[in-house]
């Protein structure tokens, strides 16, 4: 078994990694390529070149067959996960139409498809029209058949960029059911493109021939084509594997397979996640999304930026850590928990609402972030912990939603993702959760769920709860300090709690005021 390896191509946001794993989920080799390709045609915009995703997994891949010693017959097969959101266009000889919109590209549609009378009488009925309205409004294809109608014609398939992916490795039209997170008609409960009669339907200008076949997570779709394995270096005729969402992945990958357990994912996305095998709606009227265990949900809240915001923070503030990083030698993230030690818990006062994007319930589509607080004690060191702090916040205020509406409380936080990497991250985030915040033993986890999902399949691991208990573990765990812990506890009930409640308002008139971020 020790000879064995599974590659795991990961495409997230801000790279392409591609990882070897064996089957006791140790990382065995890795090549990274940055995606610096982004374009931002318009304020709020962001697309990519749906080639320049396939040329950097190309290089990542070439990169590690120059470094790894693993032969390439020891490898047993291929899986793919990426970014979630992301949707390209393409025409009947399957090439791109267009750039790729990225899940973080907030243009809206302002014309829409009208609902039947009936669909719109009872969704204001519900109290649900402005979440539909919303979901037209934000969906890709709406904005592409407005203001590009005679490429909306020409399109012949569309689909998410794991849909792509698998179309360039294997010529077939297939993706995962666990990868369908977008503005896409998708029926979340059944886990399924949604019924002729559904909605949906008529919310979007996408006909069910536009789409893939959709298959479980964790299917055999296919063989890297001759073409493919010419690009990458992978071996014609290896084994792929359906995967999943990456933050599905991430998942699996730490560990989470009950719903006592919250995943928590520190990527550009800040998420929360637990795994149940019910429907669960934490937000009402927002699905859970298909986990990447078969059969089962993930119940996720997600801080659509995340650890973007540290990203974000290293551009506008971050110049000094830039520069001595460089002369180090070291990444500037890794300077960071520096300056977070040098502020005490709670940076004296200034609290932070991480609401960088607009929402679609909690928070709502109004929503803006918000920093309250500020003293002239305070430095960009406390704005760095605000930001830590109050991510943390928001995602603890996701596990109360979801232990509410699920009645199944959360005793174990695992953190994952690249921001896992911060110590200080994940002790605040004991702190503020006052739960121990454990680490699994790499932060690649979205690669390893990934990894799991094609060993189960290539029948390397005989099942789930086998392949998870042989190849996830914990690493290092954090516990929390009773005294920062009850600053926090403070801090989040009597403060963070009421600021969204109480700055709403504000957001709202600011949006009437200047349109942003509704603008098409």
């Known amino acids: 078994m020790s000879k064995t390896y599974l590659l795991a191509i ?32 318009e304020p709020g915009w962001m697309e990519n070149d749906p080639q320049l995703f396939w040329q950097y997994l190309c290089q990542a891949c070439q990169r590690l067959w120059a470094t790894t010693a693993v032969p390439k017959s020891a490898i047993a097969g291929m899986v793919i996960t990426t970014q979630r959101g992301t949707t390209i266009a393409l025409d009947r000889q399957g090439g791109p139409l267009r750039p790729a919109m990225i899940w973080l590209d907030q243009r809206r549609a302002d014309k829409i498809p009208p609902l039947a009378w009936w669909w719109d009488a009872a969704f204001r009925a519900i109290g649900m ?13 709406n904005w592409i058949a407005q203001h590009q109608p005679e490429l909306w014609a020409r399109t012949d398939k569309f689909l998410l960029l794991s849909g792509y992916l698998n179309y360039r490795f294997t010529g077939r039209f297939v993706d995962s059911v666990a990868a369908q997170v977008g503005y896409l008609p998708f029926d979340y409960k ?113 801080i659509t930026r995340g650890f973007w915001m540290v990203s974000w923070f290293k551009e506008q503030f971050g110049l000094h850590e830039q520069q001595t990083a460089w002369q180090r030698g070291v990444t500037p993230e890794s300077l960071f928990d520096a300056l977070v030690n040098t502020v005490p818990p709670g940076a004296q006062g200034l609290l932070l609402q991480p609401f960088w ?90 690669g390893l769920g990934a990894a799991i999902l094609a060993a189960v399949a290539l029948k390397l691991q005989p099942d789930f709860a086998t392949a998870v208990a042989q190849m996830t573990r914990i690493g290092q765990v954090f516990v929390p300090e009773p005294e920062h812990a009850h600053t926090y506890e403070q801090l989040y009930r009597r403060v963070y709690c009421r600021m969204y409640q109480r700055l709403q308002p504000l957001y709202r008139d600011i949006q009437e005021i200047t349109g942003y971020p509704t603008k098409g």
Not at 23 to 37: E, F, P, R, T, Y
Not at 134 to 140: G, P, S
Not at 420 to 428: C, E, T
């Open 357 to 446: 994007n607009p929402g679609i319930k909690v928070p709502g589509p109004e929503a803006k972030g918000a920093v309250i607080g500020f003293g002239d004690v305070h430095t960009r060191a406390h704005l760095y912990r605000a930001i830590l702090e109050g991510l943390a916040y928001a995602l603890r205020e996701g596990k109360e939603r979801i232990e509410k509406r699920g009645g199944q409380r959360i005793t174990r936080v695992r953190v994952s993702g690249g921001g896992s990497q911060s110590d200080a991250a994940l002790q605040i985030t004991a702190n503020v959760f006052n739960l121990p915040s454990e680490r699994p033993h790499l932060y690649e986890t979205s």
């Open 129 to 141: 029209r402005q979440t539909v309205r919303f979901f037209q409004h934000e969906a890709e294809a």
């Open 190 to 302: 059944k886990g399924c493109w949604a019924a002729r009669h559904d909605w949906k339907w008529q919310a979007l200008p996408i006909t069910a021939a536009m789409l893939p076949e959709l298959v479980p997570a964790g299917t055999l779709i296919g063989q890297v084509s001759a073409q493919a394995a010419a690009d990458s270096g992978i071996p014609q005729g290896l084994p792929v594997i359906a995967g999943a969402a990456d933050k599905a992945c991430e998942v699996i990958g730490a560990g989470c397979l009950t719903p006592d357990i919250a995943c928590l994912s520190y990527g550009t996305a800040a998420t929360i996640n637990t795994t149940t095998p019910r429907y669960l709606e934490a937000t009402p009227f927002i699905p859970p999304y298909q986990a990447a265990l078969p059969g089962h949900y993930n119940t996720e809240i997600q």
């Open 10 to 41: 990961d495409n997230g946001t801000q790279s392409v990694r591609a990882l070897l794993f064996d089957l006791n989920g140790n990382l065995v080799d890795k090549a990274q390529v940055a995606i610096d390709s982004y374009q931002s045609p």
